[in-house]
Protein backbone atom coordinates (compact mmCIF):
# COMPACT_ATOMS: atom_id res chain seq x y z
CA UNK A 1 0.00 0.00 0.00
CA UNK A 2 1.41 3.35 -1.19
CA UNK A 3 -0.15 4.96 1.90
CA UNK A 4 -2.06 7.87 2.00
CA UNK A 5 -1.62 10.03 -1.98
CA UNK A 6 -2.52 13.27 -2.27
CA UNK A 7 -3.08 15.74 -5.89
CA UNK A 8 -1.40 17.58 -6.94
CA UNK A 9 1.91 17.61 -5.11
CA UNK A 10 1.82 21.40 -5.65
CA UNK A 11 -0.04 24.36 -7.59
CA UNK A 12 -0.25 27.51 -7.88
CA UNK A 13 -3.06 29.89 -8.14
CA UNK A 14 -4.00 33.43 -8.76
CA UNK A 15 -6.45 35.13 -5.63
CA UNK A 16 -10.26 35.37 -6.77
CA UNK A 17 -9.91 31.68 -8.09
CA UNK A 18 -11.09 28.33 -6.96
CA UNK A 19 -9.02 25.11 -6.29
CA UNK A 20 -9.78 21.61 -5.48
CA UNK A 21 -7.46 19.02 -4.23
CA UNK A 22 -7.55 15.57 -3.82
CA UNK A 23 -6.78 12.48 -1.35
CA UNK A 24 -6.93 8.47 -1.19
CA UNK A 25 -7.18 7.23 1.95
CA UNK A 26 -4.95 4.04 3.31
CA UNK A 27 -6.76 0.87 1.31
CA UNK A 28 -9.49 0.21 4.28
CA UNK A 29 -9.43 3.26 6.05
CA UNK A 30 -12.99 5.04 5.89
CA UNK A 31 -12.53 8.26 7.47
CA UNK A 32 -9.99 11.42 5.87
CA UNK A 33 -9.39 14.13 7.78
CA UNK A 34 -7.76 17.93 6.38
CA UNK A 35 -5.62 19.82 7.92
CA UNK A 36 -4.03 23.36 6.90
CA UNK A 37 -0.20 24.03 7.74
CA UNK A 38 1.27 27.49 7.17
CA UNK A 39 4.88 27.94 7.13
CA UNK A 40 6.05 27.95 11.00
CA UNK A 41 2.53 26.08 12.09
CA UNK A 42 1.50 22.72 13.36
CA UNK A 43 -1.19 21.74 11.30
CA UNK A 44 -4.43 23.12 11.86
CA UNK A 45 -8.16 20.77 11.50
CA UNK A 46 -10.70 21.77 8.64
CA UNK A 47 -12.51 18.71 7.94
CA UNK A 48 -13.44 15.31 9.04
CA UNK A 49 -15.42 13.03 6.86
CA UNK A 50 -16.41 9.17 7.58
CA UNK A 51 -18.91 7.65 5.20
CA UNK A 52 -19.43 9.91 3.00
CA UNK A 53 -21.05 12.24 5.63
CA UNK A 54 -19.24 15.59 7.28
CA UNK A 55 -18.19 14.53 11.29
CA UNK A 56 -16.38 17.74 12.63
CA UNK A 57 -15.25 20.74 11.19
CA UNK A 58 -13.06 23.06 12.33
CA UNK A 59 -12.52 27.32 12.74
CA UNK A 60 -12.21 27.64 9.04
CA UNK A 61 -14.71 29.97 6.57
CA UNK A 62 -17.48 28.85 4.08
CA UNK A 63 -15.16 29.22 1.31
CA UNK A 64 -13.84 26.25 2.53
CA UNK A 65 -15.68 22.93 1.55
CA UNK A 66 -15.39 19.17 1.19
CA UNK A 67 -16.99 15.80 0.50
CA UNK A 68 -16.10 12.08 0.60
CA UNK A 69 -16.97 9.73 -2.40
CA UNK A 70 -18.09 5.87 -2.34
CA UNK A 71 -14.53 4.51 -2.88
CA UNK A 72 -13.78 6.95 0.44
CA UNK A 73 -11.63 9.51 -1.13
CA UNK A 74 -11.69 13.03 -0.69
CA UNK A 75 -12.01 16.23 -2.38
CA UNK A 76 -11.31 19.64 -0.58
CA UNK A 77 -12.52 23.17 -2.14
CA UNK A 78 -11.29 26.47 -1.82
CA UNK A 79 -13.49 28.79 -3.20
CA UNK A 80 -12.28 32.77 -3.73
CA UNK A 81 -8.73 32.34 -2.48
CA UNK A 82 -6.98 34.82 -0.30
CA UNK A 83 -3.11 35.48 -0.32
CA UNK A 84 -3.97 33.51 3.47
CA UNK A 85 -4.76 30.67 2.06
CA UNK A 86 -0.67 29.72 0.73
CA UNK A 87 -0.20 26.62 3.12
CA UNK A 88 0.66 23.17 2.97
CA UNK A 89 -2.31 20.78 2.83
CA UNK A 90 -2.48 17.63 4.84
CA UNK A 91 -5.12 14.68 4.38
CA UNK A 92 -4.83 11.98 6.78
CA UNK A 93 -6.79 9.06 7.11
CA UNK A 94 -7.96 6.65 10.11
CA UNK A 95 -9.91 2.74 10.16
CA UNK A 96 -12.75 5.15 11.63
CA UNK A 97 -13.13 8.47 13.92
CA UNK A 98 -13.34 6.69 17.22
CA UNK A 99 -12.76 8.41 21.25
CA UNK A 100 -10.20 5.46 20.89
CA UNK A 101 -7.49 7.46 19.57
CA UNK A 102 -7.01 5.54 16.02
CA UNK A 103 -3.51 6.76 14.34
CA UNK A 104 -3.65 8.96 11.72
CA UNK A 105 -2.03 8.53 8.86
CA UNK A 106 -0.68 11.30 6.85
CA UNK A 107 -0.06 12.27 3.32
CA UNK A 108 2.91 14.33 1.60
CA UNK A 109 0.63 17.32 1.25
CA UNK A 110 -0.02 19.21 -1.23
CA UNK A 111 1.69 22.65 -1.07
CA UNK A 112 -0.71 26.13 -2.54
CA UNK A 113 0.37 29.52 -3.43
CA UNK A 114 -1.92 31.83 -3.88
CA UNK A 115 -0.39 34.60 -6.15
CA UNK B 1 -10.94 25.88 23.68
CA UNK B 2 -8.45 23.73 23.23
CA UNK B 3 -4.56 24.84 22.82
CA UNK B 4 -1.03 22.86 22.58
CA UNK B 5 1.93 24.91 23.69
CA UNK B 6 5.36 23.69 22.42
CA UNK B 7 7.64 26.67 23.91
CA UNK B 8 11.19 25.67 22.36
CA UNK B 9 10.40 26.44 18.50
CA UNK B 10 14.08 25.20 18.47
CA UNK B 11 16.37 22.58 20.68
CA UNK B 12 19.78 21.85 19.98
CA UNK B 13 22.03 19.10 21.96
CA UNK B 14 24.76 16.94 21.64
CA UNK B 15 24.68 13.18 20.95
CA UNK B 16 24.54 11.59 23.99
CA UNK B 17 22.78 14.64 25.58
CA UNK B 18 19.62 13.55 27.42
CA UNK B 19 16.39 15.08 25.20
CA UNK B 20 13.21 16.84 26.90
CA UNK B 21 10.51 18.17 24.59
CA UNK B 22 8.19 20.41 26.32
CA UNK B 23 4.62 20.62 25.31
CA UNK B 24 1.48 21.66 27.87
CA UNK B 25 -2.13 22.17 26.80
CA UNK B 26 -5.38 23.50 28.12
CA UNK B 27 -8.37 21.50 27.96
CA UNK B 28 -11.24 21.13 30.73
CA UNK B 29 -12.04 17.47 30.22
CA UNK B 30 -9.99 14.44 29.40
CA UNK B 31 -7.76 14.61 26.51
CA UNK B 32 -5.78 12.11 24.51
CA UNK B 33 -2.28 13.42 23.82
CA UNK B 34 -0.14 12.27 21.40
CA UNK B 35 3.66 13.23 19.63
CA UNK B 36 3.64 13.52 15.93
CA UNK B 37 7.30 13.94 14.23
CA UNK B 38 8.60 14.38 10.88
CA UNK B 39 11.78 13.26 9.51
CA UNK B 40 13.41 15.33 6.73
CA UNK B 41 11.31 14.77 3.63
CA UNK B 42 9.21 12.09 5.04
CA UNK B 43 5.57 12.12 5.77
CA UNK B 44 3.85 13.31 9.36
CA UNK B 45 4.24 9.93 11.28
CA UNK B 46 2.82 9.26 15.02
CA UNK B 47 5.88 8.41 17.11
CA UNK B 48 3.84 7.51 20.20
CA UNK B 49 0.27 8.41 22.36
CA UNK B 50 -0.25 8.67 26.07
CA UNK B 51 -2.89 5.91 26.28
CA UNK B 52 -0.28 3.48 25.31
CA UNK B 53 2.29 4.15 27.62
CA UNK B 54 5.07 2.83 25.52
CA UNK B 55 8.75 3.65 24.45
CA UNK B 56 8.97 4.47 21.06
CA UNK B 57 12.70 4.35 19.19
CA UNK B 58 13.88 5.95 23.42
CA UNK B 59 11.14 8.03 23.50
CA UNK B 60 8.83 8.41 26.57
CA UNK B 61 6.32 10.71 27.42
CA UNK B 62 3.95 10.78 30.30
CA UNK B 63 0.72 12.74 30.71
CA UNK B 64 0.96 14.87 33.74
CA UNK B 65 -2.83 16.37 34.83
CA UNK B 66 -1.52 18.47 37.29
CA UNK B 67 0.79 20.63 35.30
CA UNK B 68 -1.07 20.01 32.55
CA UNK B 69 1.85 18.71 30.87
CA UNK B 70 3.12 15.66 28.08
CA UNK B 71 6.89 16.21 27.87
CA UNK B 72 8.76 13.81 25.27
CA UNK B 73 11.77 12.87 26.67
CA UNK B 74 15.18 10.70 25.99
CA UNK B 75 17.87 9.88 27.99
CA UNK B 76 20.27 9.91 25.33
CA UNK B 77 20.05 11.56 22.00
CA UNK B 78 20.96 9.90 18.62
CA UNK B 79 21.84 11.76 15.18
CA UNK B 80 18.92 10.55 13.47
CA UNK B 81 16.53 12.09 16.29
CA UNK B 82 16.97 15.41 14.15
CA UNK B 83 13.17 16.28 13.00
CA UNK B 84 10.59 18.26 13.48
CA UNK B 85 8.41 17.59 16.82
CA UNK B 86 4.69 18.04 17.36
CA UNK B 87 2.81 17.68 20.23
CA UNK B 88 -0.93 17.14 19.46
CA UNK B 89 -4.38 17.07 21.16
CA UNK B 90 -7.36 15.07 20.64
CA UNK B 91 -10.45 15.98 23.11
CA UNK B 92 -11.17 12.15 23.02
CA UNK B 93 -14.97 12.77 23.00
CA UNK B 94 -17.59 12.74 20.09
CA UNK B 95 -15.67 10.18 18.28
CA UNK B 96 -12.60 12.44 17.67
CA UNK B 97 -14.16 14.24 14.81
CA UNK B 98 -12.46 17.35 16.18
CA UNK B 99 -9.35 16.30 15.11
CA UNK B 100 -6.80 16.60 16.33
CA UNK B 101 -5.10 20.30 17.88
CA UNK B 102 -1.44 20.65 17.31
CA UNK B 103 0.97 22.17 18.75
CA UNK B 104 3.73 24.49 16.59
CA UNK B 105 6.07 22.12 16.85
CA UNK B 106 10.04 21.83 18.04
CA UNK B 107 13.02 21.46 15.71
CA UNK B 108 14.89 19.19 17.32
CA UNK B 109 18.74 19.30 16.09
CA UNK B 110 21.47 16.88 17.36
CA UNK B 111 24.41 17.90 16.87
CA UNK B 112 27.94 14.92 16.69
Known amino acids: DAGVTQSPTHLIKTRGQHVTLRCSPI?????VSWYQQVLGQGPQFIFQ???????GRGNFPDRFSARQFPNYSSELNVNALLLGDSALYLC??????????????FGPGTRLTVT | AQRVTQPEKLLSVFKGAPVELKCNYS??????LFWYVQYSRQRLQLLLR??SRESIKGFTADLNKGETSFHLKKPFAQEEDSAMYYC??????????????FGKGTHLIIQP
Open chain 1, 92 to 105: ASTPRPSGLSYEQY
Open chain 2, 50 to 51: HI
Open chain 1, 49 to 55: YYEKEER
Open chain 2, 27 to 32: YSGSPE
Open chain 2, 88 to 101: ALSSGSGGGADGLT
Open chain 1, 27 to 31: SGHKS
